[in-house]
């Protein structure tokens, strides 16, 4: 930002010490006797008159050598610290002479536009270096830079290549924001906030005016950082929520079996059905501008404990099928012409073709629906459901010859299908 003019001279005219002074008191000669002796009388000059005008000569001659020196070591310069800038008059015949002078002290990383000797109109700039945080690629990093503005950083660091950001950080418990940048000192400026974008009334402003200016209000979390921009620089918002959140899942259930010497072999009953857990974990879910970014597992433990399943399998050997109820040769009271139906149709319609089904009231049982009552007529013992296919098929096969497709009357026609 442009200064004051500072006409300030280290060298005080009046006490310079080739200036002349005056005194009233009388001279005294400290020149050598023999200068002030009377000449021979033969020169009719006055005693001592060639002295005195020889020593008037070189008196003239220091002052005017002492007033060109004084001519030629004062400067007037202009002095640009940090884009503070100054008009000064000075006698330093060196750059480190003024610095020196102006209490400017510069360090390793700093920068001098110009070194060596001082010239009278010289401009002489000095940038000290400062840290700036740096967001490249996701990536945080601290770089030392001597740039003024954010936009004259951001072009400096853009030979980086990739996506760089400057990171406004909070400097302190009282969550002010520190970004020891100006927004531009050329071009414009916005804010993107809450998916809208603001122009900034002047860009020459660091970012916390910048969103004072235009009533952006940051919550405790909330980043911001500076991005270049194709006509200035952009100052993103990002809006940061963390949140703490229970979430629940299925623990998975072991299954194991015991032997049933009550149930015949090849049949098996679930006595113990199995029962999930619970798994509940709180977990801490951070978004920004609400997509989420991270998600920290806060505490893990199973709430519930899972039932496990337990299967009875049945160990009781099965009855010998009974004699044939006629002479014949054929299975277990089924005649050649029973045989010869279609006996998959007719446990397909009754049963869905399943040899353990059960009606729903509890009543039918096995491929072909048998009650109990009918079942034992047939020499069957125990449920028709436990017993095997075959079976099902001699005794069901049986009952055709004794009594007909009546005793389907629905599903019997399937037998003749």
């Given amino acids: 930002m442009p200064g004051p003019a500072d006409g300030w001279s280290p060298v005080q005219f009046s006490t310079h010490p080739l200036r002349p002074t005056r005194s009233t008191d009388t001279p005294t000669s400290d020149a050598d006797p023999a200068t002030v002796a009377d000449p021979p009388a033969a020169t009719g000059r006055r005693p001592g008159r060639r002295a005195l005008a020889v020593a008037a000569g070189a008196t003239v001659l220091v002052l005017a050598g002492a007033g060109t020196a004084v001519a030629n070591a004062h400067k007037t310069v202009t ?96 969550g002010r924001l520190d970004l020891s940048l100006d927004l531009a000192l050329h071009g414009k400026a916005q804010v993107l906030v809450d998916g809208t974008t603001l122009d900034v009334p002047q860009a020459d402003v660091s970012v916390g005016e910048a969103l004072a200016a235009l009533g952006v209000q940051l919550g405790a979390l909330d980043e911001v950082t500076v991005k270049d921009a194709p006509d200035g620089v952009q100052v993103v918002v990002t809006r940061i929520a963390v949140q703490d959140v229970t979430v629940t899942s299925d623990v998975a259930y072991a299954s194991s079996t015991t032997d049933d010497p009550k149930r015949y072999v090849g049949t098996s009953k679930v006595v113990t059905a199995g029962v999930p857990g619970v798994r509940t974990q709180v977990q801490r879910v951070t978004t920004a501008d609400g997509v989420e970014r991270t998600r920290v597992t806060l505490s893990d433990q199973v709430t519930t404990a899972p039932v496990d399943e337990v299967v009875a399998v049945g ?99 399937r037998l003749f299908g």
Avoid at 86 to 96: E, I, Q, W
Avoid at 103 to 130: C, F, K, M, P, Y
Avoid at 133 to 161: C, M
Wanted: aromatic share 6%.
């Fill in 79 to 174: 002095l640009d610290v940090d884009g503070s800038t100054r008009t000064l008059s000075t006698f330093a015949g060196s750059v480190s002479g003024l610095l020196k002078a102006q209490d400017v002290t510069v360090g390793e990383r700093d920068s001098v536009s110009t070194s060596g000797a001082l010239q009278d109109g010289a401009t002489v700039v000095v940038r000290h270096a400062h840290q700036i945080t740096v967001l490249q690629d996701g990536a945080q990093q601290v770089v030392w830079t001597t740039a003024l503005t954010a936009d004259e950083a951001l072009a400096t660091l853009s030979a980086r290549g990739g996506d760089v950001a400057l990171v406004a950080s909070r400097s302190d418990s009282s």
């Fill in 315 to 413: 160990t009781k050997a099965r009855p010998a099928a009974p004699a044939p109820v006629d002479t014949g040769s054929s299975p277990v009271g089924a005649s050649a012409s029973s045989g010869g139906l279609n006996w998959a149709a007719l446990a397909a319609c009754e049963s869905g073709g399943r040899p353990d089904a059960v009606s729903k009231s509890g009543k039918y049982y096995g491929l072909y629906q048998f009650s109990l009552s009918t079942w034992a007529g047939v020499g069957g013992s125990g449920l028709p459901s436990q017993a095997s296919a075959d079976e099902q098929t001699a005794r069901a096969q049986a009952l055709y010859d004794r009594s007909g497709a009546g005793q389907w009357p629905v599903c019997g026609a």
